[in-house]
């Protein structure tokens, strides 16, 4: 099972390099167009996952809304892109479709409200996850689109470099020298240790991506005017957010009785066990990206 893990991890990890490759340098006048086909499959995966998650007995979210609603706010980034002369600002398009997304699944309850379905609870799954995946996914976009592109795929990079980089140090560290539960209730595996690894290797890794910049690597971005400390700061508070994230599916995977959130990648799970960290490390790297501490 190991060894088809890291089969699968070099074959993903090389499909989405390449990925990012093209979109960086083909994108044109619509930067990460390229990236939307595979922003929409992961958006219907995800969801669908979520769905079978939250999922229980007579309680369930309505599909057609989080399907339609977290496509909407994923996707709504693009639109200050499309139609630059409204001004609404790049966080006023997912402000606005997290808000009309909410009033048609109000709508959708009122419609079809029936007092054994518990309709208040069935409200609040929906709502749950147009945010855990529409609103998360929108916040990785907006690391392509920050500054309209002008960093290219940087962002969203430096944030799966760091964030992956955390996860090895997570399990390595952990499966040598882990003793001290974490989060036993939830996750029995990880370790305080094995916190501290992830922590030590995201900052190795912020750290070498800094010194990518600052020797000149990325041709956008000749003189980086982030210091090392700030990269430094950036990859604990990422990490620290990824694990949130990782300890919040665990939740919904142990209320659900489930150890993964689908079983169509042997020793991956679904979708959800690979982004988890990701979508919700992703606020906090586009609030340093949209900051000006980094790059």
């Not at 990012?20 to 992961?42: M, Q, R, T």
């Not at 006023?92 to 409200?113: E, K, Q, T």
């Not at 430094?232 to 508070?237: G, I, S």
Request: glycine share 10%.
């Amino acid at each position: 099972m190991l060894r088809w893990r890291l089969l699968l991890g070099v074959v993903f990890g090389v499909a989405l390099a390449a990925w990012l490759w093209v979109d960086h340098n083909h994108s044109g006048s619509i930067p990460g167009v390229w990236l939307v086909p595979l922003l929409i499959v992961l958006v219907v995966l995800a969801a669908g996952e979520t769905i079978t998650l939250l999922t229980s007995e007579n309680l369930r979210p309505s599909a057609i809304v989080v399907y339609a609603g977290s496509l909407t706010i994923a996707l709504s980034p693009w639109l200050a892109i499309l139609w630059p002369h409204v001004t609404l600002g790049p966080l006023g398009w997912p402000l606005l479709a997290v808000g009309l997304s909410f009033l048609v699944a109000v709508a959708h309850a009122v419609i079809y409200y029936q007092r054994e379905t518990h309709a208040a609870t069935r409200l609040a799954l929906t709502t749950l996850s147009l945010l855990f995946i529409g609103l998360l996914l929108c916040f990785v976009v907006q690391l392509r689109l920050i500054d309209k592109g002008q960093l290219g795929v940087l962002p969203l990079v430096s944030l799966v470099i760091v964030v992956k980089m955390s996860d090895i140090g997570a399990y390595t560290v952990g499966r040598l020298i882990g003793k001290h539960k974490l989060a036993p209730s939830l996750s029995p595996g990880k370790t305080i240790e094995g916190l501290a690894g992830g922590v030590a290797f995201a900052c190795l890794a912020a750290a070498m991506v800094w010194m990518t910049l600052d020797a000149g690597c990325v041709g956008a971005l000749e003189n980086s005017g982030a210091s090392l400390m700030a990269w430094l700061l950036f990859a604990p508070l990422v990490t620290l957010a990824g694990i949130v994230g990782d300890l919040a599916e665990s939740m919904l995977k142990r209320d659900a009785g489930q150890k993964d959130s689908s079983t169509w990648m042997p020793g991956f799970g679904g979708v959800l066990d690979l982004l988890d960290s990701i979508l919700f490390s992703a606020p906090v790297a586009y609030v340093f990206w949209a900051s000006g501490l980094l790059p």
